[in-house]
């Protein structure tokens, strides 16, 4: 993919953020939906798990989080003695807002025998009044973990949700949360793009809505899609998730050819972050993103359980 700034405007800012990174101690992580120039700075490019497993690991004193105000959070839960710094303060996830801490338990009171299984994409308020924390790549095996006669309160995205109940044949009560960039993609879009490539795989993601799901011939997390593409002897590809992975894709699968479903397919959100917001960041230190320590504890509960398991 072409990077949205000048090549001469990244030779800069880039040089800048490597000397930056180096005086700081910095690692700069960036999720697969990151603009171009900011998967080609960061240290670690991958999906919401692989970035929290780097977050708890690291060694570097402050962690220059690329992505959405929830991934933030989560390594400053998981590395409570770093500084972490989000480029950009409003980059938020509408789905992480279709629930509060205060309407789960109000759920909970309702389900007191459901055990709580959350998506990372949510806050820590949400996280802290949760039993087990789950990314796209491991919500089956999160679920399975689980004793198998308690049903499973999936919050917040009801078609994550969905697909996991159909992997496991578990009973799932779902909130009813989505992602509003993924529930764009219709089954007739799938349709369309398969009359257009008919010798391409699709391949989704878990957030897609069932019907759309229920078309494809693979549905993975960011990291799982690019994984397949690698591994796969097919020579192009049918993509549903956003738009921001084809350039991993382009990059880790040479000669291969790869189709948006749709070009509806852009959260405003992963692409408010901009080069010059993480080279403006690490210059002032700011914006730093803290949980307060009551909520940490609690919500680290719930990120440890899921990270024993991977
Ligand atoms: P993964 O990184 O787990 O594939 O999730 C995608 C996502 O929506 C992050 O906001
Ligand atoms: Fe949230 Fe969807 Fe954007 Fe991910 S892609 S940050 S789930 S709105």
């Known amino acids: 993919m072409e990077y949205t700034i000048s090549k001469e405007k990244f030779d800069r800012l880039s040089t ?10 910095a690692v700069i992580l960036a999720h697969l939906y990151q603009r171009p120039e900011i998967q080609d700075v960061a240290d670690f490019i991958g999906d919401s798990l692989m970035l929290a497993q780097k977050a708890a690991a690291t060694d570097a004193e402050v962690i220059v989080f690329c992505g959405v105000h929830f991934m933030a959070e989560s390594a400053a839960i998981l590395s409570p003695d770093k500084v972490v710094l989000l480029p950009e303060e409003r980059a938020g996830c509408p789905m992480a807002d279709m629930i509060t801490a205060e ?15 959350c998506y990372v994409n949510s806050s820590a308020d949400v996280k802290a009044e949760s039993d087990i924390c789950c990314t796209s790549s491991n919500a089956v095996k999160v679920v399975e973990s689980l004793p198998p006669d308690q049903p499973v309160l999936f919050v917040p995205d009801q078609n994550l949700g969905h697909w996991v109940g159909l992997q496991t044949g578990r009973k799932i009560i779902p909130w009813e949360g989505y992602c509003n960039t993924h529930d764009r993609v219709t089954a007739h879009d799938i349709e369309k793009a398969r009359v257009l490539h008919p010798e391409a795989p699709v391949l989704v993601h878990p957030e897609c809505k069932p019907d ?13 899609i690019i994984k397949y593409a690698q591994a796969s002897e097919a020579r192009e590809f049918i993509i549903g998730t956003e738009c921001g992975i084809l350039h ?7 000669g291969k050819e790869f189709h948006l479903v749709t070009n509806k397919l852009v959260c405003p959100n992963m692409k408010s972050t901009t080069l010059d917001k993480v080279q403006w960041c690490l210059e002032e230190m700011q914006p730093r993103i803290t949980v307060s320590d009551d909520i940490r504890q609690k919500a680290n509960a719930a990120l440890d359980q899921m990270l024993a398991l991977s």
Not at 16 to 25: G, P, V
Not at 103 to 117: F, T
Not at 213 to 224: P, Q
């Open 103 to 117: 309407a789960l338990r109000e759920k909970k009171r309702r389900h007191p025998e459901a055990i709580v299984v």
């Open 248 to 254: 991993q894709l382009h990059k880790t699968c040479p």
């Open 212 to 224: 759309v799901v229920a078309l494809a011939d693979g549905v993975f997390s960011t990291a799982g």
């Open 16 to 25: 800048d953020i490597a000397r930056l990174r180096e005086e700081r101690k």
